[in-house]
């Protein structure tokens, strides 16, 4: 059975950084492509960023990029995201995920597992 549990969400002010953790199992990572998607109350879910387990290529969003990284460890089956410089629009339940696709992209239809999410709340 494959599960993606994320940690690391929060409460944190305008301008801070969190962590978020994507540990992963039932699943040979190396062939799955990781993402990062976060839903806002009110709004379609939206694609963040991703990484080719494999390759280590990376896709990221424009709305983070420069803010936000993600990252695998290997030998830990786990996904970070690196969320620096957070802003209020930034609040959101972020999710990950994970799918098959050979190239790290943000088309959601392309990730067949999904995590139960965790809520960052950014304050102004």
């Known amino acids: 059975q494959v599960r993606l549990i994320e940690s690391g969400g929060g409460l944190v002010q305008a301008g801070g950084s969190l962590r978020l953790s994507c540990a992963a199992s039932?699943?040979?990572?190396?062939?799955?492509?990781m993402g990062w998607f976060r839903q806002a109350p009110g709004k379609e879910r939206e694609f963040v960023t991703a990484?080719?387990?494999?390759?280590?290529?990376?896709q990221n969003s424009d709305s983070v990029k420069g803010r936000f990284t993600i990252s695998r460890v290997n030998n830990k089956n786990a996904v970070y995201l690196q969320m620096n410089g957070l802003k209020p629009e930034d609040t959101a339940a972020y999710y990950c995920?994970?799918?098959?696709?050979?190239?790290?992209?943000?088309?959601?239809?392309?990730?067949?597992?999904w995590g139960q999410g965790t809520q960052v709340t950014v304050s102004s």
């Open positions: 039932g699943l040979t990572a190396r062939l799955y492509t």
């Open positions: 995920a994970a799918g098959q696709a050979v190239v790290p992209g943000p088309d959601s239809k392309n990730y067949v597992y």
């Open positions: 990484i080719s387990w494999a390759t280590g290529v990376t």
